[in-house]
């Protein structure tokens, strides 16, 4: 089961922004969009959108979350120290029947 | 609030069974679909299972299809997973999430480790 696809690592400067990118096929992604989640090291993971645009509660409103195609996007603007950690989108694949996750990108605030 | 708490992990030989439980409080347990969700050391999260509301379906990933169970007591609020004829690529920190059009809410994780 073939997973999603995100760059391994972007890094930017303080109050930035950064774009993530998940790119999936039109099983996953390009169905039903996806979620990202944040992990810092040695916690689990949170949930910071799903279905590709919408934000849960307590997200802050500098997350906005975005498809095109098969590409999920997650951008993040006015970067803080506190942004940097580890990526994930996840969908569902409606033809597997599974859950796919991305490998991860590792987000670095310089 | 949501409460999830993994339990059962720990070192287990290979070919050898083990079952983890995560304990959830707070909401209504079979209301919502649940999850197994794995990370090994240094890696990356990989879905093992879900099971839907109610317990009427279940799916797995490839890597752990025909090994591992995962199953819900209702009675209890608890979802569980067996796992048997662990292999030492299971050696992992497992997860259960709760489903709520994503995975909104995570436990902290039981570790697994597989090892002669």
């Known amino acids: 089961q073939a997973g999603l696809t995100q760059p391994p690592s972007v890094s930017k400067d303080l109050r930035q922004t950064a774009t993530l990118t998940c790119t999936g096929n039109?099983?996953?992604?390009?169905?039903?969009?996806a979620a990202w989640l944040q992990q810092h090291q040695g916690h689990p993971p949170k949930l910071l959108s799903y279905?590709?645009?919408n934000r849960p509660s307590g997200i802050s409103e500098r997350l906005s979350a975005s498809r095109s195609g098969n590409t999920a996007s997650l951008t993040i603007t006015g970067l803080q120290p506190e942004d940097e950690g580890d990526y994930y989108c996840?969908?569902?694949?409606?033809?597997?029947?599974?859950?796919?996750f991305g490998g991860g990108t590792k987000l670095t605030v310089l | 609030q949501v409460q999830l708490v993994e339990s059962g992990g720990g070192v287990v030989q290979p070919g050898r069974s083990l079952r983890l439980s995560c304990a959830t409080s707070?909401?209504?347990?079979?209301?919502?679909?649940m999850h197994w969700v794995r990370q090994a050391p240094g890696k990356g999260l990989e879905w093992l299972a879900s099971?839907?509301?109610?317990?009427?379906?279940?799916f797995y990933a490839d890597s752990v299809k025909g090994r591992f169970t995962i199953s819900g007591d209702v009675s209890k609020s608890t979802l569980l997973l067996q796992m048997n004829s662990v292999r030492a690529e299971d050696t992992a920190l497992y997860y259960c999430?709760?489903?709520?059009?994503?995975?909104?809410?995570w436990g902290q994780g039981t570790m697994v480790t597989v090892s002669s």
């Open positions: 999430a709760k489903e709520s059009d994503a995975f909104d809410v």
């Open positions: 707070g909401f209504t347990f079979s209301s919502y679909p």
């Open positions: 099971i839907s509301n109610g317990g009427s379906d279940k």
């Open positions: 039109s099983n996953n992604v390009g169905d039903q969009g």
């Open positions: 279905r590709s645009n």
């Open positions: 996840s969908a569902w694949d409606s033809s597997l029947s599974v859950w796919v």
